[in-house]
Structures are given as C-alpha cells and as structure tokens.
C-alpha cells in the first residue's frame, strides 16, 4: 500500500522507554505525516527511575506528547501489588503484571480512544515475534522498524546520533529498559546483576518470591530461590537475552 493509503488514520505507538519504541515513534511521525498518530506509554514502578527522564527526552525529541494508559484497579502500577494480590510472580508465556499493567490497560486506553492502527518497537531481529503477534493478538500492526530494515543496535545507533542519552539501565549492562528484576528473567547471570546494581529490589524479590514460593532463577536446568542463588553463579550473557515486557511477555528461548 502506497503511504496515502494511511492519510487520516489513527495510528497509537506503544512507547515503553526503550531504544527500540522511541525510534518506531519518530519512525511513523515521518513515516506516516498525515496520520493522527498518538504515543502512549504504560508507567510501571519497577522501572529504573531514570526511565522518567528519556520519556522526557524523547517527548521533546518527537515534540509529540506521550500519554498514558493506566489499569485503575492498580492505581500505584506497581508489579509486586500485582504479584500479591494474584498470589504469583511467573507463569509459563506470561507474566501477571504484564497482563494487568500493560495488556489490560492497553485494552482500557483503547477501548476509549478509537485507533485504525498499532506500532510497537518489533525490530529485523523480531521479525518472528511481529508475525506471530500479528497472528495471534492482532492484525493491524505497522511494522515501521522491520520496513526500514532497523536492529536493536540500530536503534541505539540512531538515538545516540541524534543526541540522546539512553536510560541508565542500558549502562548498567541490562539488555533492555524494562522492569529491574523482572521475575521472567531465570539467568543467575541476570539476577546477580540486579543484586550487584539494584540490592533493594534483589531483596525485595528474594523475600516476596519466598512468601509466594517462585523459584526465579534457574542453575544447572534447577529452578531456585533468589536467596539461595549464588552471588558468583554465571549463566548466558544478558546480550543474548530475548525478554521483553510489551503486550504480552516471554521467556527466552533456550
């Protein structure tokens, strides 16, 4: 389809303070000019406050304002309310938190304000994951990073060419801007980095996944609790790590 094809349309992009949906955004403000395009972010506590600040940043960048999809029964956007209140950190393909503070405020904010189509950071390198979300949540995904044949690393490229300071959870050796301790992460590699930059919220995992009874992390093909995770403990490098928090959240393929 020709870019006229969209003149008028509504277009929402689900911006989650990472590289990758920071770009998409810019990417159908060019792409698509003579569309309605909103950007829409869902808050979430858990994130490294530094989030906040390229939010910001990044409102300026596309000088659009970044709104934002809440679930009102979560009014503190926490994850371990979440977690509390379901009685559970992780579940096989999917996470409780993401389900009620992402996926289901993203239904909310939609429900409310009429769109013709979505964009969300899928990146060359996820084309799978576009394709299988296009096939099993929905249909309407533009694609604007696979059409410009852009990486992750492209993406990171380009916000540091145009001048932008990335979130401080990238420098501190996270593989993304999501949650610190996100309980779909299983590499003790993963968890010793949370417990070395993020100590709080390592201990606040450890006694909260105890009192549920997640085994978060998983050594030697063992699931384990935080507490009994050893600080040296290694497993794959975090650049190979393939979790991510948007609509709906995986495990990493092994």
Known sequence: MTRAYYNGSRIVVWFSCGAASAVAAKATLEDYPDARVRVVNNPIAEEDPDNARFLHDVQDWLG?????????????????????????MSVPHGAPCTVSLKK?????????????????????????????????????VLPVLIDRRMTKQDCVDYLQAEGLTL????????????CIGCVKATSPTYWNLVRETHPEV????????????????????????????????IGRPLKTMAIECGIFCEEPEE
């Open 104 to 140: 289901r405020a993203r239904q909310l904010w939609e429900d409310k304000n009429p769109h013709d189509y979505v964009v969300l950071g899928f990146t060359l390198d996820e084309r799978k994951r576009h394709e299988r979300f296009v096939l099993t949540e929905r249909d309407n």
């Open 167 to 178: 979130p401080r959870a990238y420098s501190l050796g996270y593989p993304n801007a999501n």
């Open 64 to 88: 659009v304002e970044i709104e934002y999809a809440t679930n009102p029964r979560y009014p503190s956007n926490a994850c371990v309310d979440v977690w509390d209140h379901r009685g559970v």
């Open 202 to 233: 390592f201990a606040q995992r450890a006694e909260q996944s105890r009192r549920l009874g997640a085994r978060l992390a998983r050594v030697k093909n063992k699931r384990v609790f935080l507490d009994e995770l050893d600080p040296q403990a």
